[in-house]
């Protein structure tokens, strides 16, 4: 499978606002062009380029998940009565405009690039040059990469600038993390369970004796992890075993982060638990056995801060994005041209082998379609 490298994605901006808004249809421009923005004109190269990586981004997600790529485009979103391809086109026009929006604040407020990033706009234009699917497709030069990818540092500059006075006072106790280990037990299922035709009497009266049987399971349990029992001592003795007279699925989660907007069934419960502490807690079905390992589970607690920040910089942003759109030149679609871009063939190849790996599908190819995707975006950029 194809792939766009890294940093020329990076500096794609994700579209934040309502792509309906932005749309105006413009019978007066030039073939070859696009859209405009007051007196800039958007090219059909530097267009097509943004529908494209809409274009591959979700054909790529498709493809990582082993979904078929067949018909995607013409598929509708119900609840827009929307075809997928119209949807991705106008996210493509919602990124133009605002990048233009940003990048003309950028300028206006003397926003510049240092040489060092001028350097990393270069490196990113030739490594947006190898992305072969999209090139062919739009048929992109490289100046019109560089145009592109400038702009889109701007436009990532200004945003860093709109989002530098968030409070970055946060209480921990807001964000804390615990770090829990977990056993959980229940019925095993097997023909004879899921076939059962007992009157509904038997079955509740059975149903009873499973529930008993659990709970005291789990008690079981609690005491062994209170006295230090690892979790695979645990599943090696309890799983697929008898306890009295039913057989339980008894199975491990490893060291996981849990903070107090998790959901799990517990949740509440274990954020006042100290280390060392297990408890039980049961609900469809299930028991659930869980130990306290440490009070403070750090990775989880700096993500936490680090996404509660992130949504800070997102609502600010969106708020003066809002105040800066309502004074910005008119943006005009040229409807008859844009039409003509169809995502007629796939823009990946894919082959069976690609599609049953194990390789993560990353930020890299994720759809630029929501305001944490931008702050994420452009947060990343200005780290580079």
Known sequence: MRRIGKKGIVLALAAIVSAASVTGCGTQLPSDVIASYGDQMIGREEAEFYARYQQYSTEYMYAMYGSSLTGIWDQVDQTTSKTYQDEAKENALTAILQTEILNEKAVADGITLTEEEQKKVDEAVTELMQAEPI?????????TAKTIVTKNAMANKEYQAMVA??????DENEVLHKTMEQISIREKQDDSTESSTESTE????NQQQVDTAAAELGETIKSAL???TTLDEIVEQYNE?????ITFTVAKRDAFALGKNDSDIYTEQAMQMTQGQVITSSGDGVVYVVRCTSEKDEEGTNEAIEQELANRRT???????AELKKSAKKFTVNEREWEKVIFSEPLIEVTTEETSSSESATSEAATPATTADTAAATDRAASE
């Open 202 to 205: 038997q079955t509740q009266e």
């Open 165 to 170: 006075d968030i409070d970055t006072n946060i």
């Open 226 to 228: 209170e006295q230090g």
């Open 135 to 143: 090139v062919e497709a739009c048929g992109l030069t490289e100046e």
């Open 315 to 321: 609502t600010m942003f969106e708020e003066k994005y």
């Open 241 to 245: 075993k008898e306890f009295n007279g």
